[in-house]
C-alpha cells in the first residue's frame, strides 16, 4: 500500500513540475511560415497600386481614396503590429487575411460605383494632378 502511495505521489509531482512547459503550447507555438509573411507584404503593395490607379483613372473619388489609404494603413500598421515577436502566427496571418479581404471587397465596391467623379478644383492643374506629385 505504501508502494502505491509513494508512486502516487511522485507522479503527481512530476506532472506539476512539468505543467509549466507545458502552459505555453497556445497558438505562439503554430508557426505561419516567412511565405505567408511575403504574400501579406504582397497583398498590401497590390492594394495600395490598385488605389493609386483607380484614383489616376478617376475611378474613386477624393473621399473614397482616403479611406481606401486609411484602412490600408491601418491594416499594415497591425500586420508590422504582429510581427513584432519575430513570428507571424496561424491566428494572426488568418486576421490579416480577412482585413485585407475586406479591404479588397471595398476597392472594389468603390471603383464600381456609379458615384459622379469630379476634379476637385475645377481648372486645368487639378487635371494633372498626378504630375504634381
Given at each position: 500500500?505504501?508502494?502505491?502511495?509513494a508512486t502516487l505521489i511522485?507522479?503527481?509531482?512530476?506532472?506539476?513540475?512539468?505543467?509549466?512547459?507545458?502552459?505555453?503550447?497556445?497558438?505562439?507555438?503554430?508557426?505561419?511560415?516567412?511565405?505567408?509573411?511575403?504574400?501579406?507584404?504582397?497583398?498590401?503593395?497590390?492594394?495600395?497600386?490598385?488605389?493609386?490607379?483607380?484614383?489616376?483613372?478617376?475611378?474613386?473619388?477624393?473621399?473614397?481614396?482616403?479611406?481606401?489609404?486609411?484602412?490600408?494603413?491601418?491594416?499594415?500598421?497591425?500586420?508590422?503590429?504582429?510581427?513584432?515577436?519575430?513570428?507571424?502566427?496561424?491566428?494572426?496571418?488568418?486576421?490579416?487575411?480577412?482585413?485585407?479581404?475586406?479591404?479588397?471587397?471595398?476597392?472594389?465596391?468603390?471603383?464600381?460605383?456609379?458615384?459622379?467623379?469630379?476634379?476637385?478644383?475645377?481648372?486645368?492643374?487639378?487635371?494633372?494632378?498626378?504630375?504634381?506629385?
Open positions: 500500500m505504501r508502494m502505491i502511495h511522485a507522479t503527481s509531482l512530476s506532472f506539476l513540475l512539468a505543467m509549466p512547459a507545458f502552459a505555453d503550447r497556445g497558438d505562439k507555438h503554430h508557426y505561419c511560415p516567412s511565405k505567408m509573411e511575403y504574400k501579406i507584404d504582397k497583398r498590401l503593395d497590390r492594394q495600395f497600386h490598385r488605389i493609386e490607379r483607380g484614383i489616376d483613372n478617376e475611378r474613386l473619388t477624393y473621399k473614397e481614396a482616403r479611406k481606401l489609404k486609411k484602412k490600408l494603413r491601418k491594416t499594415r500598421r497591425l500586420s508590422k503590429e504582429y510581427r513584432e515577436d519575430g513570428y507571424l502566427s496561424r491566428r494572426e496571418f488568418r486576421h490579416l487575411k480577412r482585413k485585407l479581404d475586406n479591404n479588397s471587397d471595398l476597392i472594389r465596391e468603390f471603383m464600381h460605383n456609379d458615384v459622379k467623379r469630379y476634379i476637385a478644383y475645377h481648372d486645368e492643374y487639378s487635371r494633372n494632378r498626378h504630375y504634381w506629385k
